[in-house]
T-cell receptor, first 112, second 114 residues
Framework: GQQLNQSPQSMFIQEGEDVSMNCTSS?????WLWYKQDPGEGPVLLIA???AGELTSNGRLTAQFGITRKDSFLNISASIPSDVGIYFC????????????WGLGTSLAVNP | NAGVMQNPRHLVRRRGQEARLRCSPM?????VYWYRQLPEEGLKFMVY????????ESGMPKERFSAEFPKEGPSILRIQQVVRGDSAAYFC????????????FGSGTRLTVV
């Protein structure tokens, strides 16, 4: 099935560092979503983006909907140990039903 | 993950038995999605349902797997004659009829086939 290109696959950083991850697609998307999954739990929605160029923040998280509508990035500033987890991007294709296309995830480890 | 209820949380089945996974969507949500996740892997779409309708089942294996979302009651993902390769975490998500496309996920059912 279709998938988004999400990178990096994994990151190991020191507490306090900033983190950046991104997703790209060859198709145009109407919606970009960023989720975080903790071990043993389901993904939780962090940020939703609905317009090209949109920049949205949620606490220390900032995400942007690329102007071409084919990419998005997520930044985490001043990382803390509880940021550990897997971050997924997801997008909805233009004109599609509500089914989302998913990236394979970025695994984040934070060294205290 | 409050709102989308999945049960059981853990399910152990012997090879050849049937597994039934239940999902109650958030109140007011009429769209349900099932995903499978293997250890250290991403989410694989299985099926998308609305009440009494299957909208997209392109991710469902052709045999042994079925899903329903009846007018009353939870959505059910049914796996017949389970095999070891069916061992995975199965997540259900729901979304409303209109507005935000963001899904709300349940905590998942971890199926182990022995």
């Amino acid at each position: 099935g279709q998938q988004l290109n999400q990178s990096p696959q994994s990151m190991f950083i020191q507490e306090g560092e900033d983190v950046s991850m991104n997703c790209t697609s060859s198709s145009i998307f109407n919606t970009w979503l960023w989720y975080k999954q903790d071990p043993g739990e389901g993904p939780v929605l962090l940020i939703a983006l609905y317009k090209a160029g949109e920049l949205t923040s949620n606490g220390r998280l900032t995400a942007q909907f690329g102007i071409t509508r084919k990419d998005s990035f997520l930044n985490i500033s001043a990382s803390i140990p509880s940021d550990v987890g897997i971050y997924f991007c997801a997008g909805q294709l233009a004109g599609n039903n509500r089914k989302l296309i998913w990236g394979l995830g970025t695994s984040l480890a934070v060294n205290p | 993950n409050a709102g989308v209820m999945q049960n059981p949380r853990h399910l152990v089945r012997r090879r050849g038995q049937e597994a039934r996974l239940r999902c109650s969507p958030m109140k007011g949500h009429s769209h349900v999605y099932w995903y499978r996740q293997l250890p250290e892997e991403g989410l694989k779409f299985m099926v998308y349902l609305q009440k009494e309708n299957i909208i997209d089942e392109s991710g469902m294996p052709k045999e042994r797997f079925s899903a329903e979302f009846p007018k009353e009651g939870p959505s059910i993902l049914r796996i017949q004659q389970v095999v070891r390769g069916d061992s995975a975490a199965y997540f259900c998500a729901s979304s409303p009829e209109t507005g935000s496309y963001g899904y709300t996920f349940g905590s998942g059912t971890r199926l182990t086939v022995v």
